[in-house]
């Protein structure tokens, strides 16, 4: 694991990483890895961008995202960090591979999203209802959304679940859209 | 007060056989099965006429007790017969089953019988566990949440994956979609704290069974209460009350009955199976531990002359909060059906017309 701070444009952005592999940039709160996120760094670099709680710009993740060498990423937000992460996709859409919404809020415009190119997931915890309709919105508006409710969960779902929360998260973004295809075998005994 | 009839398809085999469950099919006798089925519409008829409000069909596997493997085929096979009757499916089994398929099939059938369906889901009898290899251990979990997969099923419009513990499907899109919107009057059924908080924070109904009345009245109070806390008060059509009644001209008659019914396990595992579930198989009632295997039949709350049985449901109204009863007027397994039809005429002439305004 490695830390440290990055001067952007959009000012200084501090940021955790660990893992190898594709590149995830997660929008949430710095500090220690969460479960969820060291799970996903098994199979990720994952870079959290510690994103306070009035966002950050899109620059400042961009140019963040640059420092540290990223040409092209995977993006996770959540609640607090939904309206930065689609500023961010709608702002570079070459550069975002795909897109996580974990119990997004605040979404914006429909335009916006109906000319969103990017694969997105949308999570809802079965137990936060609130975030139900805009994440609904979104899989119906984005053309290439798909909308999973993970059980058991709140708002703060990759801490409620972080297991169930790094599988469909990291199954969604190595295969985008073809992760409905189920890959794990149900045979017992060959 | 509704009243509902349990009907378990009386298998009426030519010759005994075996009580062990699960009951060895190589005694099964397919003419038996087709007449039973048949006889089943028509004992139906006659219950739709005598004024019934329900009919309600369970699941229950490998035995002649209830020939009712799938209770969506009987459900389908009644509503295609029958005009008038509400069909309760009391229901399926939810811990072994594929939740989603459960929540098609349902929208079909209430679509097919043009709303007259209530539902319930349930985890199951222990033995159940047994019939499609679960672990005992978890079936409460998977109920609970099969259940809740059942309700997104139907009623989300968007497609959608759903990331369980026990499940997880990528895409749920469910045609059709139930005929009664958002969908059909929907029970968690047991005794549980479990099933109670459920029912409550899902705003379904409650079904209780079997139990004295003091006893479910225990589970329907935390059920209520756990509405309330959840902001809503149910209806006492919200409340089912599934029990056995015996109705004979006195309560002498009625009592004769009784004694002369075997005191047999409705579904009788191998000793060391059974210990060995009831091991595992971790059951409440009202968060109070209850053992998870009945030794012997199952108790017989409602036993006298019309005059005796109208009082006793009366008591059940008041103290569980019932307001739909769900009879068993004759124990399944039986292979005499004559009394069945006795119990069915006695129960409508003279008891029903009493408890309607309850």
């Given at each position: 694991m490695s830390e440290g701070w990055l001067e952007t444009n959009g000012g200084r952005v501090r940021y955790v990483e660990a893992g190898d592999g594709p590149a995830l940039v997660h929008l949430a709160a710095g500090g220690a890895l969460t479960t969820a996120q060291a799970l996903l760094g098994r199979r990720f670099r994952v870079v959290v961008l510690d994103?306070?709680?009035?966002?950050?710009?899109?620059?400042?993740?961009?140019?963040?995202?640059?420092?540290?060498?990223?040409?092209?990423?995977?993006l996770v937000a959540g609640a607090t960090t939904t309206r930065t992460a689609l500023d961010v996709a709608v702002a570079a859409p070459e550069r975002v591979l795909g897109l996580v919404l974990e119990s997004p809020t605040s979404i914006g415009a429909d335009a916006d999203l109906a000319a969103l190119g990017t694969a997105t997931l949308l999570l809802c915890g079965t137990l936060d209802e609130e975030t139900t309709p805009a994440a609904r919105r979104c899989a119906t508006l984005i053309p290439n959304a798909h909308l999973v409710f993970v059980y058991a969960a709140g708002r703060t779902i990759a801490l409620d679940r972080p297991e169930a929360f790094a599988e469909v998260v990291g199954d969604f973004l190595e295969r985008h859209e073809a992760f409905v295809i189920r890959r794990s075998t149900t045979l017992i005994h060959p | 007060m509704k009243v509902s009839f349990f009907e378990t398809v009386r298998y009426v085999p030519p010759a005994a056989v075996p009580s062990e469950w699960p009951v060895a099919s190589g005694t099964y006798d397919r003419e038996a099965g087709a007449r039973a089925y048949e006889a089943m519409i028509e004992r139906l008829r006659s219950v739709e006429q005598l004024g019934f409000d329900?009919?309600?069909?369970?699941e229950h596997h490998y035995s002649p007790r209830i020939l009712s493997p799938s209770p969506m085929l009987a459900?389908?096979?009644?509503?295609a017969r029958l005009t008038r009757l509400t069909i309760a499916l009391l229901g399926p089994i939810v811990a072994h089953s594929n939740p989603v398929r459960v929540a098609e099939e349902l929208a079909m059938l209430d679509t097919l019988a043009r709303g007259r369906l209530v539902v319930g889901l349930l985890r199951g009898t222990a033995n159940e566990a047994l019939t499609y290899d679960l672990n005992p251990q978890e079936s409460r979990d998977r109920t609970d949440e099969g259940m809740e997969l059942v309700l997104k099923a139907w009623t989300e419009p968007t497609?959608?994956?759903?990331?369980g513990r026990h499940f997880q499907y990528r895409q749920v899109s469910i045609w059709p979609r139930p005929w009664q919107q958002p969908h059909p009057p929907t029970y968690a059924l047991g005794t549980s704290r479990e099933a109670c908080e459920f029912a409550a924070r899902h705003r379904?109904?409650?079904g209780v069974s079997y139990g004295p009345f003091e006893v479910m009245a225990k589970a329907t109070r935390l059920y209520r209460e756990a509405c309330a806390r959840h902001g809503w008060q149910p209806t006492p059509e919200q409340i089912i009350y599934r029990a056995n009644m015996i109705v004979a001209d006195t309560d002498e008659d009625a009592h004769a009955i009784l004694r002369a019914q075997p005191n047999r396990a409705p579904f009788a595992m191998r000793p060391g199976v059974r210990d060995a579930v009831a091991e595992l198989d971790s059951r409440n009632i009202a968060g109070e531990k209850r053992?998870?295997?009945?030794p012997g039949a199952l108790p017989t709350t409602f036993i006298g002359s019309p005059d005796t049985v109208v009082e006793q449901v009366r008591r059940a109204r008041e103290v569980i909060g019932a307001g739909v009863l769900d009879l068993s007027l004759h124990p399944p397994g039986s292979r005499d059906l004559e009394p069945l039809t006795r119990?069915?005429?006695?129960?409508?002439?003279?008891?029903?017309p009493r408890i309607r305004d309850l």
């Open positions: 994103t306070p709680a009035r966002g950050l710009a899109p620059s400042a993740v961009l140019g963040a995202v640059a420092a540290l060498g990223l040409e092209r990423f995977s | 329900w009919v309600s069909v369970s459900a389908a096979f009644i509503a497609p959608f994956g759903w990331q379904l109904g409650c053992a998870a295997i009945t119990a069915l005429d006695l129960f409508a002439t003279k008891v029903l």
